[in-house]
């Protein structure tokens, strides 16, 4: 194969790897019932006027499985640290005791064990969409190569590595969100 269609089968593959790394950030966020301090990776804290990771501003722990504390750097930001965990509707009720903040994550019922499978699944979608517009991408910068001389035997094989390359990577995305279904699903 010529060295332009393995640069862009290489540029294709990066693509779809960022899409794998999204996607598992992405289910990272779903909870499956056990306390985990990744759980309040996405909440931002007013900080001095600047919206911030709570983990910039916080040592946030896990005590047992159903249990988080978040002891922050300053006292003064707890009631802020409390208003951004609310503000980021991920469904967890901070408790103060004017020292650190405990949150209590609550058992899924099996109705939201249900929901939270169907988010994800929707998560992977997403990340197969994401895929399959790499692989349009791919497939139209290799008809490009074509019109500018490429040979058709040459197209053809081209064309045929994107798809095994494609195959691969939904499948690790069905690998994936199975996983999750399990880990949310198990009691």
Avoid: C
Avoid at 50 to 63: E, H, K, R
Avoid at 68 to 75: A, H, L, S
Avoid at 115 to 123: G, I, P, R, Y
Wanted: aromatic share 2%; hydrophobic share 35%; net charge negative.
């Amino acid at each position: 194969m010529n060295e332009e269609i393995q640069m862009g089968l290489d540029e294709a593959k990066e693509a779809m790897n960022q899409a794998i790394e999204h996607l598992k950030e992405e289910l990272m966020k779903i909870r499956a019932g056990k306390a985990t301090p990744s759980m309040l990776d996405g909440v931002m804290v007013e900080y001095y006027g600047s919206m911030t990771p709570i983990s910039q501003v916080a040592n946030v722990n896990t005590t047992d499985a159903r249990t988080i504390t978040v002891q922050p750097w300053e006292k003064s930001i707890l009631d802020e640290i409390a208003k951004g965990i609310i503000n980021s509707n991920i469904g967890l009720n901070p408790q103060s005791n004017g020292e650190i903040i405990i949150i209590n994550v609550p058992a899924l019922t099996e109705e939201r064990r249900k929901d939270l499978v169907k988010k994800a699944k929707a998560e992977g979608e997403k990340a197969k969409v994401s895929i399959r517009n790499q692989r349009k991408d791919a497939n139209d910068f290799i008809k490009g190569l074509k019109n500018n001389g490429l040979s058709e035997d040459m197209a053809k094989t081209a064309e045929d590595e994107v798809q095994k390359i494609v195959d691969s990577y939904s499948k690790k995305v069905d690998d994936l969100i199975d996983l999750k279904e399990v880990d949310i699903m198990t009691v």
